[in-house]
């Protein structure tokens, strides 16, 4: 991979999980989360059919599979968050999300109707974080295919990192395309 894939397919750069929990960046994991679903409503914004199923680099996902795929990855988010609130360190259920980004129902769900559903998961998600005390922020689920057990904590960071992540995508198509 050359510079200038890796700037476009990671455009804030790829996740690193901290080195230890820092509780007092849990406000600013949860208001990235919280802002998601508006900042998207403003990342599609005026973009038409066409423009939707450019991908967002050349051989990357388009920016209506960018979007499906963020409804995918946060439902199975928010029940990896539930499960990890409600059992003891639970095995998790990984996916492809590939595969997933490929199914006939991608193609034929308007984006509209995922960040609809982003709304209505966000505010779940957000006011699950909101309502747990700060011990659990140290909760886990094992995830079988990284053979580890990840913190809610982590997860909530990376979760923030990864709609930020998409978010940027579309929007750095939005500036070179001049849309
Ligand atoms: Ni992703």
Redesign the pocket.
Known sequence: MDDGHEQLAYPIGRYETPDKYAPEMQNEWISSIEALPKWLDLCIENLDKIQLDTPYRPGGWTVNE?IH??AD?HLNAYVRLKLALTEDSPVIKPYD?KLWAQMPDVETTPVNISITLLHALHFRWVQALRNMQPQDWERTYFHPEQERYVPIWEMTDMYAW?GR??MEQIRGLRQRSNW
């Open positions: 960018v795929h963020l990855s999300e990864h992540h998409h």
